[in-house]
């Protein structure tokens, strides 16, 4: 099975970790986000990837095949046109007739993937959500999607497009994109994959939806934080040597070669590799690789790769390579 991931987005609301990190890479419950989403996609037997990458792609590639045995195509989106535009790029990689995952590379949603696959049918993940405005709904005519509207004013339903669709008839949508590529249709000054999908239905393609179990939102510090702790906690403990003095809250992620003394962590905490914690209470925040973190109390806070956090502080959202400290003048 193939799956198609865009990840070229630049995260701008997750800034300033973005500065240094693809959006895909960045950390939550011990692993990349987009480690998260490749993960769920084992059990439905995908074993080949198109990656649509962009700003600093090359790091994302070189996670996935450091990381996972999967035959990798990349594909650079030079310009962010949208996400029908990403899509459209990965046409030469698809065969006519060979039926298609797609994943946005920036959202973990779970969900019985392999059920989805086994019914045959051009099928789209989605869930209720309380502010419809914000994202592309679909409006049922009994079981089958009738129409799709990106980030209507006036929703016909509160069902959100999640990010996670099966395409059975691929030639069908890569028809319907290269004619809104083609001849530039825009939707909200972007070529969207929602209009394709459109084209496909309108074109007599039988499309239906299926509910997802979760969907976190990654796109920014509080969504992340919360995907962190949901992800913590669906996943339990992870057993930590304590010493030192160190106390662990579960549940938390720490790596193994992350070196903690003189502490207390947790709840809900992710430490990453190397990271060096010590005369602390940690608790609701993420701390990333090579990370010094000493002398304070510190929640719902975010710590960049080999930055370093020392003195009074409660809540920071610092990026890599920083340094903040307290001292008495």
Not at 8 to 19: E, I, K, N, Q
Not at 130 to 155: T, W
Not at 316 to 328: A, F, Q, Y
Request: charged letters at 20%; hydrophobic letters at 40%.
């Amino acid at each position: 099975m193939k799956a198609i991931l865009p990840v070229a987005g630049v995260g701008s609301r997750l800034r300033p970790h973005t500065h240094t990190t693809p959006k895909a890479l960045v950390h939550v419950a011990g692993k990349p986000i987009l480690g998260h989403i490749l993960d769920s996609l084992q059990p439905a037997g995908v074993d080949e990837i198109v990656l649509i990458v962009g700003y600093l792609g090359g790091q994302i590639v070189d996670y996935v095949k450091r990381t996972y045995d999967l035959k990798v195509h990349v594909v650079e989106q030079e310009e962010r046109l949208g996400l029908g535009h990403a899509i459209y790029l990965a046409k030469d990689y698809v065969k006519a007739d060979e039926p298609v995952l797609i994943i946005l590379g920036d959202t973990i949603v779970q969900a019985d993937l392999a059920q989805v696959i086994q019914r045959g049918i051009t099928a789209i993940g989605v869930r209720e959500v309380d502010n419809p405005s914000n994202f592309g709904v679909v409006q049922m005519a009994g079981q089958q999607i009738e129409r799709l509207v990106e980030k209507p004013q006036d929703p016909p339903t509160n069902l959100a497009v999640v990010g996670v669709y099966y395409i059975q008839n691929s030639s069908s949508l890569f028809a319907g994109l290269t004619e809104i590529v083609e001849q530039d249709i825009k939707t909200g000054g972007e070529l969207q994959l929602t209009d394709g999908l459109q084209m496909m239905i309108d074109r007599g393609e039988r499309m239906e939806v299926f509910t997802v179990e979760n969907w976190l939102d990654c796109g920014n510090p509080e969504t992340l934080l919360a995907a962190n702790r949901y992800l913590l906690a669906s996943n339990g403990y992870t057993p930590f040597d304590e010493r030192r003095g160190v106390i662990v809250i579960p549940p938390v992620y720490i790596d193994a070669d992350a070196d903690l003394g003189n502490c207390i962590v947790g709840p809900y905490v992710s430490i990453a590799a190397d990271a060096q914690i010590s005369n602390a209470l940690i608790r609701d925040s993420i701390i990333n690789e090579g990370a010094y973190v000493a002398d304070l109390l510190l929640e719902k806070s975010l710590v960049g790769h080999r930055a370093v956090v020392q003195g009074r502080f409660s809540q920071l959202n610092i990026g890599d390579s920083s340094e903040i400290t307290s001292k008495k003048l």
